[in-house]
């Protein structure tokens, strides 16, 4: 017989099993710690990689495809500052090596008309008329078709130099000297020298080849730059391989996924952005540190070119990490996330209705589409995603396109998986039974209310 004492030992020890019970099921918190603690290292090691491999990758694909060199730097011998700027150059030194004291006693007296009429009215200055009419043939040159074609053929036949003046090794036509990229416009002032000659100008051909420099890029620390740029080049498209993969290995250690998942494309988005902050702060910096004898106009045409791709990279990729962050949050079960789902559901529901309505029928896609949806939805996110990896040199527009692409393939999956009500299921039919004073069932088929359903 149990007495109160039993009673309460009993109750005691029920209390003592179902506290052990309850502990034994509880994760270990000091596991977990430790988990989201590495989980957390791995992510911030991503995103502190995440700009050295956008930068890596630029790297090897200016310095290792000659074409996407070439591609970058064309654009530049049609832009206006290089063009004023190569024109200056050039007829600085042609002015170096004409003598004006000689220039109208050594021409013949039949070309004397020609010459006269071509400079013009000489006024008080012989020099600067001189200099002007240079200047004219000059700028006629570089922005001919000629200059476009010298242009790209010297960029493509020094690519080679171009690597080996930014990794240090080695010398070529575009050289580091005094810490400054330099780039020979010999062939450009060989092609002004002819159009002076047949204006009249013949004094011209007594100009011996004259080797001068155009600056490209100056810096006190290229030195540096040389270093880091040879390592990144080294590291190639491993460098940004290796992010993701930390990053995705410290999402996949996490204990909350999903959050993880949305912290690590956020981080990798900010890691980018403040990547672009900062080439558009060196751009001010570095254009700052010219010398007066640089065009800074040119410089800074120089630079928008060479980064381009680079800038169009971050822009990607801050694109991607919000995109993946906005879906990781969408998947999950807040309540916020929850409302937008129930209207996304909610639109597709009333306008499949819509269209039933109006008799519009999927047919045997319908059945189909419903039996396999998963694998469906599953299709179509990898479709996304291999057209992503496929795609040459995306960029931010493409990840966005892709995105909206892949929410329209799956709003049109969910479409046609939305079963439509069967005819004559879509309005109730009217029950005209009748319930018995007594409550007890009618032959309607309804139950009295004293009885359990």
């Given at each position: 017989?149990?007495?109160?004492?039993?009673?309460?030992?009993?109750?005691?020890?029920?209390?003592?099993?179902?506290?052990?019970?309850?502990?034994?099921?509880?994760?270990?918190?000091?596991?977990?710690?430790?988990?989201?603690?590495?989980?957390?290292?791995?992510?911030?090691?991503?995103?502190?990689?995440?700009?050295?491999?956008?930068?890596?990758?630029?790297?090897?694909?200016?310095?290792?495809?000659?074409?996407?060199?070439?591609?970058?730097?064309?654009?530049?011998?049609?832009?206006?500052?290089?063009?004023?700027?190569?024109?200056?150059?050039?007829?600085?030194?042609?002015?170096?090596?004409?003598?004006l004291t000689d220039l109208l006693e050594g021409v013949a007296p039949e070309q004397r008309p020609l010459l006269?009429?071509?400079?013009?009215?000489?006024?008080?200055?012989?020099?600067?008329?001189?200099?002007?009419?240079?200047?004219?043939k000059a700028e006629e040159v570089v922005s001919s078709d000629a200059f476009e074609t010298v242009w790209t053929?010297?960029?493509?036949?020094?690519?080679?130099?171009?690597?080996?003046?930014?990794?240090?090794?080695g010398e070529g036509a575009v050289q580091i000297k005094n810490d400054t990229v330099t780039l020979d416009l010999a062939p450009v002032i060989e092609r002004v020298k002819t159009r002076l000659v047949d204006s009249g100008l013949t004094v011209a051909e007594k100009i011996p080849e004259v080797h001068t420099d155009f600056t490209i890029l100056k810096s006190d620390d290229i030195g540096k730059v040389k270093t880091g740029f040879r390592l990144l080049q080294l590291m190639g498209l491993w460098l940004p391989v290796i992010a993701v993969l930390l990053a995705a290995g410290g999402v996949l250690l996490s204990v909350h996924r999903r959050r993880s998942l949305i912290a690590a494309a956020l981080g990798f988005a900010g890691a980018a952005l403040i990547l672009g902050i900062g080439l558009t702060v060196f751009r001010t910096v570095y254009l700052n540190a010219l010398p007066d004898t640089v065009s800074q106009a040119a410089a800074g045409s120089v630079y928008d070119a060479l980064i381009r791709l680079?800038?169009?990279?971050?822009?990607?990729?801050?694109?991607?990490?919000?995109?993946?962050?906005?879906?990781?949050?969408?998947?999950?079960?807040?309540?916020?996330?929850?409302?937008?789902?129930?209207?996304?559901?909610?639109?597709?529901?009333?306008?499949?209705?819509?269209?039933?309505?109006?008799?519009?029928?999927?047919?045997?896609?319908?059945?189909?589409?419903?039996?396999?949806?998963?694998?469906?939805?599953?299709?179509?996110?990898?479709?996304?995603?291999?057209?992503?990896?496929?795609?040459?040199?995306?960029t931010g527009w493409v990840v966005l396109g892709l995105a909206l692409a892949l929410l329209f393939a799956l709003a049109v999956a969910e479409f046609l998986a939305d079963e439509p009500d069967e005819p004559g299921e879509t309005e109730k039919m009217p029950d005209h039974s009748t319930k018995s004073p007594g409550g007890t069932p009618t032959p309607g088929g309804t139950t009295s209310p004293d009885e359990t359903p």
């Open positions: 017989m149990n007495t109160p004492e039993s009673d309460r030992e009993l109750e005691s020890l029920r209390a003592r099993v179902a506290a052990l019970e309850e502990e034994a099921a509880r994760p270990p918190v000091r596991r977990h710690r430790l988990r989201s603690f590495f989980a957390a290292l791995l992510i911030v090691l991503g995103c502190v990689l995440a700009p050295l491999g956008i930068v890596a990758a630029w790297t090897a694909d200016e310095v290792g495809d000659t074409d996407r060199y070439v591609e970058t730097v064309a654009p530049l011998a049609s832009d206006p500052d290089v063009q004023a700027a190569v024109a200056n150059r050039v007829t600085g030194a042609v002015m170096e090596h004409i003598d006269e009429k071509a400079l013009g009215r000489l006024g008080d200055s012989l020099e600067g008329a001189v200099r002007s009419f240079v200047h004219e053929d010297a960029n493509r036949a020094i690519h080679t130099s171009v690597v080996r003046a930014l990794t240090g090794s680079l800038r169009t990279t971050v822009r990607m990729v801050v694109t991607l990490g919000v995109v993946l962050a906005v879906a990781a949050w969408l998947s999950g079960r807040g309540r916020s996330a929850t409302v937008v789902r129930q209207l996304w559901h909610s639109g597709i529901a009333a306008t499949r209705s819509t269209a039933d309505r109006f008799g519009m029928r999927t047919g045997p896609v319908g059945p189909f589409v419903r039996r396999h949806r998963a694998w469906i939805t599953w299709i179509l996110v990898a479709a996304a995603i291999l057209a992503y990896v496929l795609w040459s040199y995306p």
